[in-house]
């Protein structure tokens, strides 16, 4: 039986949507619990960019999931095959939970390649196509404890036709029938979770038939696709989920997927989301950048606000406001170490921070290796930008167990403000 195993206690519920609790008996062994709003580990086949295994552990506030996707996955499929131990032995991993979902959040991902019986996946050698028969045939060689059904995700972009999102939802139904199928007569397969697909582009009456036909099959929860950042405004983004997780049971969890910035976080825990991917910090590493945001909602008289004037770099725009679909742009959420204002600033990254980067090195000191190509700095951005990332969540969960959640989002969007 697909799907059984996971629960969701929710120990709060703020103004009808927002959720607090505790999803339990997760993993394959039942032996893992997931706060809720949580966020997944952002890794490549396995690993955290940049991080080794023991580095990645001096991170405190790590999350219990580990995510990985199929694009990255499905050109090692022989090499997996004939290993078989699964990923995450395959990968070193221990003590963690491993979802599989079906694309890279930080990758882009080309449309105009599905078909009513397959949906593509982009690797570093370039597409594969995928059948639900072959999507199957990797989920048992990668032995996941929970994955994303196969979905036709392309109807993300505004404008597309009522006739192509209704068909999205129909074939992405079907991808779920078939893999639910094949799911319940596996026994590689047995103890492991499946999450439905919601679809539906931007037209409400599809988002909720999506969400509705999902919600009756035997899924452990539900992913809503085609929200990512720059899909579409962040008012019509936020009442669609808001339609959609009426539509769905209360006791399953649901999982954003695309949609990391801090600002956009907030708004869709508040629509009814617990769970969103974690690919942001790794995408402010990449481009130089430190989070700096302030999540810090105690009162503290000598602390009043951040230290920093607004981060933009010069001429880059400030797309914490606009609808900006370009994901390489830096944010108003995070500084940029390159910037020469950086190079004799003496202080840590963020002031107060316990990463190991914050603790023994500066601005000046990630600047400079910045500036000579140094892959160290790869690995002290991750390090903070992980750290900072997930504390965030905590303080999340924390406002919305004291009722502050007005306070958190006042302290997250101070930055960049005049
Ligand atoms: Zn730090």
Not at 58 to 80: D, F, G, K
Not at 195 to 214: C, H, K, P, Q, Y
Not at 217 to 225: E, I, K, M, S
Request: proline fraction near 4%.
């Amino acid at each position: 039986m697909a799907g059984s195993r996971m629960k969701l206690d929710l120990s709060r519920v703020v103004q009808g949507r927002g959720r607090l609790g505790l999803l339990k008996e997760v993993g394959r062994m039942g032996q893992h619990s997931v706060d809720i709003p949580g966020c997944l580990l952002y890794t490549h086949l396995g690993s955290v960019p940049h991080l080794t295994q023991d580095t990645l552990h001096t991170i405190s506030c790590l999350p219990a999931v580990t995510h990985v996707t199929l694009s990255n996955m499905a050109e090692h499929q022989e090499v997996l095959e004939e290993f078989k131990g699964g990923l995450k032995k395959f990968a070193g991993l221990h003590d963690t939970v491993l979802y599989c979902s079906l694309h890279d959040p930080a990758a882009h991902c080309p449309t105009g390649h599905t078909t009513n019986k397959t949906v593509s996946v982009w690797g570093s050698g370039g597409r594969i196509e995928l059948t639900a028969a072959k999507f199957m045939a990797l989920q048992k060689t990668v032995q996941p404890d929970w994955y994303q059904s196969m979905a036709d995700g392309e109807t993300w972009q505004t404008g597309t036709s009522r006739k192509r999102v209704r068909k999205s939802v129909d074939r992405t139904l079907a991808h779920l029938d078939e893999c639910l199928t094949v799911h319940q007569k596996s026994q590689d397969l047995e103890g492991v979770d499946i999450f439905g697909v919601v679809e539906g582009g931007d037209i409400l009456e599809e988002r909720v038939r999506s969400a509705r036909e999902t919600a009756k099959r035997p899924v452990a929860g539900f992913c809503l696709d085609g929200f990512q950042t720059g899909a579409m405004d962040q008012a019509l983004r936020s009442q669609l989920i808001t339609a959609v997780t009426q539509e769905l049971p209360e006791d399953k969890p649901r999982l954003l997927q695309g949609v990391g910035r801090p600002d956009e976080v907030l708004e869709c825990v508040e629509a009814g989301i617990d769970l969103f991917e974690g690919f942001f910090p790794f995408q402010a590493t990449e481009r130089g950048c430190a989070l700096c945001f302030s999540f810090d909602i105690t009162p503290n008289p000598e602390r009043a606000a951040p230290d920093e004037e607004p981060h933009t770099a010069g001429g880059t725009q400030l797309n914490g406001d606009v609808n900006c679909d370009d994901q390489t742009h830096m944010t108003r959420f995070e500084m940029n170490l390159k910037d020469k204002r950086y190079q004799d600033d003496f202080r840590p990254l963020v002031e107060g921070c316990g990463c190991y980067c914050c603790r023994n090195h500066q601005r000046a000191y990630v600047h400079h290796l910045l500036m000579t190509n140094e892959l160290l700095a790869g690995v002290l951005l991750m390090i903070h930008n992980t750290c900072h990332y997930h504390s965030f969540f905590r303080a999340i969960r924390e406002a919305l167990a004291n009722d502050k959640m007005d306070l958190l989002r006042r302290s997250v969007l101070w930055n960049g403000k005049e």
